[in-house]
Nanobody, 126 residues
Framework: QVQLVESGGGLVQAGGSLRLSCAAA????????MGWFRQAPGQERKFVGA????????NYADSVKGRFTISRDNAKNTMYLQMNSLKPEDTAVYYC???????????????????WGQGTQVTVSS
């Protein structure tokens, strides 16, 4: 079983950038596809993007394409979410998740993921 811890959230002005990290411990990080999801108050958890275990395959929600980039460093057991050109509507709690199926294409549905972090708050002011 893998434990996931997100970090890097905070308050940023519209148009700014943040980089989130998801550190994994207790499992074989390179065995998992990884995903980022976000949840705003009163809304369901939504897919942001995902990356395959090798890093060769990625997928993004239309709302973040061209602005967000997911990467991973299997040697450091860490996944990243580089967020540029942030908008107020990006405000949410961001969660990372691990999928042990290693499915290709990567899963975009939260229920397909097996392990979750506790989340990190991202607030974008206008």
């Amino acid at each position: 079983q893998v434990q996931l811890v997100e970090s890097g959230g905070g308050l940023v002005q519209a148009g700014g950038s943040l980089r989130l990290s998801c550190a994994a411990a207790g499992g074989t990080f390179s065995s998992y596809n990884m995903g980022w999801f976000r949840q705003a108050p009163g809304q369901e958890r939504k897919f942001v993007g995902a990356i395959s275990w090798s890093g060769r395959s990625t997928n993004y929600a239309d709302s973040v394409k061209g602005r967000f980039t997911i990467s991973r460093d299997n040697a450091k057991n860490t996944m990243y979410l580089q967020m540029n050109s942030l908008k107020p509507e990006d405000t949410a709690v961001y969660y990372c998740a691990a999928d042990r199926d290693r499915a290709i294409p990567v899963y975009i549905t939260p229920r397909r993921y097996d392990y979750w972090g506790q989340g990190t708050q991202v607030t974008v002011s206008s």
